[in-house]
């Protein structure tokens, strides 16, 4: 499975309180970020963390690389890329 390639950021839009998510440079976003009305306040760090995704699942494949003990952090990461890329 693949994704719109990262870097991602989060950008506002005219109303400030609604966001897009997308690749940095490109006004196509991947994710539209509308305000929750039972959590006002949070559509903009829902997106930034959104826009983090491509970075954090780099991460995470690193981490999946480091060894091969059950219980251990690689294989924590190894069960957090599965559940990214729909392979549960």
Not at 38 to 62: C, F, H, K, W
Request: some cysteine.
């Amino acid at each position: 499975m693949s994704h719109t390639p990262g870097p991602w950021e989060a950008r506002p839009w005219k109303d400030k309180i609604s966001f897009g998510v997308g690749p940095v440079g490109h006004h196509q976003d991947v994710v539209s970020v509308f305000q929750n009305t039972y959590l006002p306040g949070t559509s903009e760090a829902n997106a930034r963390l959104i826009a983090a995704a491509p970075d954090l699942l780099e991460l995470v494949q690193e981490g999946a690389t480091l060894d091969k003990v059950p219980g251990t952090y690689a294989e924590r990461c190894r069960a957090a890329i599965a559940k990214a890329e729909r392979e549960e």
